[in-house]
């Protein structure tokens, strides 16, 4: 383990407050050499929240949910799960880097769905949905078996569990890889533009499941160019240009009326296409 300076935030006292929100990001810095990628993110994600992220390319959006699950290292800054810090931990006043297993505990509480589904080319659907439970949750192969039964059902896949990703159409793969994480009981869902590698007539059914999920109450923070989807499912939507979050508020605020000229710009553009 080494140790690195306090960022701020990373003082609070073990155990979670009453009102200690699911999620905290504060003040979260990331760079690339050079290229200062996230500027200062700020976001609080309260359980049962939908928050959409949207801006133009290269404006830091996959970067954030990265450092959020720490695929990512950040620079500076703090991220809070249930109150309790990802990637380090705090000891007698010093960060320390998380130890790769408790790391991996944080990181099974928040559920990533990718762009590309990273589906187990080798494994039939319900083999994928199965892995991590019995990897990483250590349950019987039999009940990780039927949990994944279960979940196929219910994101429309119950005929398809021995189909191999080759035999499954893009939704289809992607609504697989969405059971896959709710296998692992996360307690929040980060998702990277979902639908954005289908093709339009298969973006609907993957859009399907997740205003499902929205309406079981799953916290969600979703990377998303479907701005009318943002607009109806999110409770909050945040507006990122240049490595900042520039605006947020509730969807009908910032998508109907827009006060940031990038927002504003932005929106026209996408609007206009
Ligand atoms: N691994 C990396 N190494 C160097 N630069 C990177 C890396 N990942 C991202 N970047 C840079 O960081 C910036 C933000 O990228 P990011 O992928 O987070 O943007 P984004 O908002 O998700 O864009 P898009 O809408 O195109 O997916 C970009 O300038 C990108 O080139
Ligand atoms: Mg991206």
Known sequence: MS???PGPGSDLAPGAPADEPLL????????????????????????GEI?????????????????IN????????????DGRLVGFEMQRGVLYRQRERALARERQRMGMVFQHFNLFAHMTAAQNVAYGQYRVLRRSRAEARRTA?????????????????AQLSGGQQQRVAIARSLALDPALLLFD?????LDAELVGEVL???RDL??????MVIVTHEISFAREVADVVAFMADGRIVERGTAAAVIDSPSHPRTIGFLRRINSA
Request: aromatic letters at 4%; hydrophobic letters at 45%; a negative charge.
């Open 193 to 197: 533009e979902p639908t954005s590698a």
């Open 24 to 47: 905290r990001i504060v003040d979260v810095h990331k760079w690339f050499a050079e290229t200062h990628v996230l500027r200062g993110i700020d976001l609080v994600v309260n359980a």
């Open 214 to 219: 929205a309406e079981q109450g799953m916290t």
């Open 3 to 5: 140790a690195t300076a």
């Open 208 to 210: 399907a499941v997740i």
């Open 149 to 165: 039964a279960e979940l196929l059902d219910r994101v429309g896949l119950g005929d398809k569990l021995d189909a191999y990703p």
């Open 70 to 81: 720490h695929l990512e290292e950040r620079d500076a800054g703090t991220v809070h799960i």
């Open 51 to 67: 928050v959409a992220l949207i801006g133009p390319s290269g404006s830091g959006k996959s970067t954030l949910l990265r450092c």
